[in-house]
């Protein structure tokens, strides 16, 4: 999955960011013992950005499930109204065969 995070107005894109990477594009630190409450902000705001595209794939899916579930209910109302069709003609057959 491509990840993208946007600090300082640029966007910087990975397949999958490892610590070293994601310290490189988002710490401004000298060391990798220390980070600027900047460096801390920015972590945060990628965590914030990443869930909220994580609820927005999630709520896509739902809509989706939903629409599939709809269109499988109408599909069950058809058959179970077209058993009971053929239920009752069968039930009309055979009452006409045995009362001729």
Known sequence: MKRELQVTGQIHSSHRPDGAGFRRRVCSCEDDKHITTIDADGVALAA?????????????????QQIQIGNQQTQIDDLRERLSRLERL?????????HP
């Open 48 to 64: 914030i950005q990443g869930l909220n595209q994580k609820f927005d794939e999630k709520d896509a899916m739902i809509d989706a």
């Open 90 to 98: 069968i039930t009309s057959m055979t009452n006409s065969e045995r």
